[in-house]
């Protein structure tokens, strides 16, 4: 099966300026997740989506970071404006909507604000 | 919500020895612990899990063992080779919203040959 698809794999921005990433996830799976994750620590949650409601967005910031999963399937992160500090791999993963099965991750987004 | 804890760091090992890596968690609820194997510039890809109605579980030379009621699991890795080297993170899940993961901070193990 076609794995967890995420674009672009690489990006650098100046501080204060936009970006986004893309994630389509495993066909037939209804949670997506976004992932950050700093050189050196593990995957912190950023926000869980079911279809297209949002479960849990407690850690993203989201007064600069925003996420959206219209019709269920795809979803894009946005960082606006970016600070230096979100220099991270950007991790999407998808899963069954079932309690304790695999997530599935993708390749990331490696984001470097200069 | 969940908070899970990994020790060690770093880990470096002979070729052919074993290697352990060993997490807590807070949340009793927690049902299901999943290991994950990053390697460098790589995806995280699911090596073992464990359910919490299973004490332990093993997979050729890999083996997780889970201890309910102290609230750890454990991931051994015998007759390690170099190719065992990379990052290793566990996890346990948060039942109460969903199917969602908390992320132990990780476990570079290297073996030298």
């Known amino acids: 099966e076609a794995g967890v698809a995420q674009s672009p794999r690489y990006k650098i921005i100046e501080k204060r300026q936009s970006v986004a990433f893309w994630c389509n996830p495993i066909?037939?799976?209804?949670?997506l997740y976004w992932y950050q994750q700093i050189l050196g620590q593990g995957p912190k949650l950023l926000i869980q989506?079911?279809?297209?409601?949002?479960?849990?967005d407690s850690q993203l910031p989201k007064d600069r970071f925003s996420a959206e999963r219209l019709k269920g399937v795809d979803s894009t992160l946005k960082i606006q404006p970016a600070k230096l500090e979100d220099s991270a791999v950007y991790l999407c993963a998808s899963s069954l909507a079932v309690v304790g099965t695999e997530a599935f991750f993708g390749q990331g987004t490696r984001l470097t604000v200069v | 919500g969940e908070n899970v804890e990994q020790h060690p760091s770093t880990l470096s090992v002979q070729e052919g020895d074993s290697a352990v890596i060993k997490c807590t968690y807070s949340d009793s609820a927690s049902n299901y612990f999943p290991w994950y194997k990053q390697e460098l510039g790589k995806r995280p890809q699911l090596i073992i899990d464990i359910r919490s109605n299973v004490g332990e579980k093993k997979d050729q030379r890999i083996a997780v063992t889970l201890n309910k009621t102290a609230k750890h699991f454990s991931l051994h890795i015998t007759e390690t080779q170099p190719e065992d080297s990379a990052v290793y993170f566990c996890a346990a899940n948060e039942r109460n919203t969903g199917n969602q993961f908390y992320f132990g901070t990780g476990t570079s193990l290297t073996v030298i040959p």
């Open positions: 989506f079911q279809n297209n409601g949002v479960v849990d």
């Open positions: 066909s037939g799976h209804a949670t």
